[in-house]
T-cell receptor
Framework: AQSVTQLDSQVPVFEEAPVELRCNYSSSVSVYLFWYVQYPNQGLQLLLKYLSGSTLVKGINGFEAEFNKSQTSFHLRKPSVHISDTAEYFCAVSRNAANAGGTSYGKLTFGQGTILTVHP | DTEVTQTPKHLVMGMTNKKSLKCEQHMGHRAMYWYKQKAKKPPELMFVYSYEKLSINESVPSRFSPECPNSSLLNLHLHALQPEDSALYLC????????????????FGPGTRLTVL
C-alpha cells in the first residue's frame, strides 16, 4: 500500500513571494506522482505529473515539482505567486501498470491537502 | 474536448427521495470514477468502472448505486440518503489500464454539491 503526507495543512504567503508545498510519499513499489489544484467549489485540475525521466517536472500556471527518490518527496514550487493561486493543493500517487495488480490499479492515493492563501 | 461534465451542479434532497447524478466525457476514456469529498478533505474513491463494468466498489453503502450505460456516461443513483452523505460528488475519467497510456491521469468534473436534509 502507499500513503501520502502533505506536511503543511495551510500555507499563507504574500503575493509575488516564492512558495513551496511539501509532499512525502511511502510506497514499496514504483509510483507515479501528481499534483492537483482545487479552486473553491470546483473539481480537481492536474497541475503536473511525474512518470519517469527528468526529476524536475514543469506544470501549468508556472508551477514545478522535483521528484527526490532518496527522500521520497515530490515538493511543489512556484517562484512568484499570484492572488489567483489561492486554492487547495493535493499531492497524489498511483502505482504504475507494471506493478499494480488487481484492484489496486486505477486508484489514486491523495494527501490531506494544503490550503495556499496568497495575500496582497 | 478534454472536459468532464456533471449535472446537476447543486442538489438538495430529502432522506426519502430518489435522485441521480450524471457524468459525461467524450475523451474516449474507458475508465470512470466516482469520488465523495467532504469539506477540507481529499476525495475518497467510491467506484471505478472499466469498459463499462464495475471494477472497484470501495465498500460503499447500497443507498448509492452506480451505473455506466455506455462508455461516455456514468450515473450515480441515490436513494434513502442520510444527512452525513452531504458532500461534493466528483466524477473523473482516465484511459484504462489496458491502454498504452497507463499512468492513470484522471480528469475531474466540477462536481455536484449534494445536500441531504
Amino acid at each position: 500500500a502507499q500513503s501520502v503526507t502533505q506536511l503543511d495543512s495551510q500555507v499563507p504567503v504574500f503575493e509575488e513571494a516564492p512558495v513551496e508545498l511539501r509532499c512525502n510519499y511511502s510506497s514499496s513499489v514504483s509510483v507515479y506522482l501528481f499534483w492537483y489544484v482545487q479552486y473553491p467549489n470546483q473539481g480537481l485540475q492536474l497541475l503536473l505529473k511525474y512518470l519517469s525521466g527528468s526529476t524536475l517536472v514543469k506544470g501549468i500556471n508556472g508551477f514545478e515539482a522535483e521528484f527526490n527518490k532518496s527522500q521520497t518527496s515530490f515538493h511543489l514550487r512556484k517562484p512568484s505567486v499570484h492572488i489567483s493561486d489561492t486554492a487547495e493543493y493535493f499531492c497524489a500517487v498511483s502505482r504504475n501498470a507494471a506493478n499494480a495488480g488487481g484492484t489496486s490499479y486505477g486508484k489514486l492515493t491523495f494527501g490531506q491537502g494544503t490550503i495556499l492563501t496568497v495575500h496582497p | 474536448d478534454t472536459e468532464v461534465t456533471q449535472t446537476p451542479k447543486h442538489l438538495v434532497m430529502g432522506m426519502t427521495n430518489k435522485k441521480s447524478l450524471k457524468c459525461e466525457q467524450h475523451m474516449g476514456h474507458r475508465a470512470m470514477y466516482w469520488y465523495k469529498q467532504k469539506a477540507k478533505k481529499p476525495p475518497e474513491l467510491m467506484f471505478v468502472y472499466s469498459y463499462e463494468k464495475l471494477s472497484i466498489n470501495e465498500s460503499v453503502p447500497s443507498r448509492f448505486s452506480p451505473e455506466c450505460p455506455n462508455s461516455s456516461l456514468l450515473n450515480l443513483h441515490l436513494h434513502a440518503l442520510q444527512p452525513e452523505d452531504s458532500a461534493l460528488y466528483l466524477c473523473a475519467s482516465s484511459h484504462s489500464w489496458g491502454a498504452l497510456r497507463s499512468y492513470n491521469e484522471q480528469f475531474f468534473g466540477p462536481g455536484t454539491r449534494l445536500t441531504v436534509l
